[in-house]
């Protein structure tokens, strides 16, 4: 019966529009105009203090002023970080169904401990997971393997991780985990660049592909 791993924002959750909102309101505190969700899609993935850099980057703004950004950026999200997100569909109740079924959950995430914790909590999903591995947890973050590793340890072996991106899928293979994709997330490579063990459009199907593993482990 493997553990499942899941990443959170862009594969349990759609976390773009609080993040959005977040990095316009800091914009505007700037002077500067606002930006799309794609293209704010396009940064996230990486931790807070790599979105800050690219959106500085897009706009301009000095990079002595990193550090202060991303503690206003930090800050602002993590107190409203559950005011637009949403769980993807079926997400609550295939969670529950791995429960029922014996599975140990876990979050391997880049988003930092505090913002993760109050969307988990805001969601309802804080119930479900045995170990929260989240970006600010270790010094490491994905897709370095530490992270995912930590959450392995946790959890106990044989081990999934269930992602959305190019970043989960760099870390699955560096922990030398396999790597389930759920494909309506937030990749930023074409899917062909992806190296996945299998993919999925719905979580619906999640269960049945887990199963396949269980029977082979």
Known sequence: ???????????????????MAAVNRLLAAEGQD?????????YVGDGAPVLVRRV????????????????????????RSSELTR???NVRDVLAEFQQRGHRLGICTNKPG????????????????????????LAEKKPHP?????????????????????????????????????????LRVPLREIRTTTTFRNFDELPNIVAGF???A
């Open 87 to 89: 769980v993807y569909p």
């Open 114 to 137: 505090a913002a993760t914790e109050v969307v988990l909590r805001a969601l309802g999903l804080d119930g479900f997971f045995d170990a929260v591995i989240a970006g600010d947890s």
């Open 146 to 186: 530490a992270p995912l590793q930590a959450a392995v340890a946790a959890l106990g072996s044989p081990a999934l991780y269930i992602g959305d991106s190019e970043v989960d899928a760099r870390t699955a293979e560096a922990a030398g985990l396999p790597f389930i994709l759920f494909t309506e997330g937030y």
């Open 56 to 79: 500085m980057a897009a706009r301009g703004l000095p990079t002595d002023r990193h550090a202060e950004l991303t503690g206003k950026l930090v800050a602002d999200y993590t107190a």
């Open 34 to 42: 606002p930006m799309n969700r794609s293209e704010v899609q396009s």
């Open 214 to 216: 269980s029977v082979r």
């Open 1 to 19: 019966m493997p553990s499942l791993i899941f990443d959170l924002d862009g594969t349990l959750i759609d976390s773009v529009p609080d993040l």
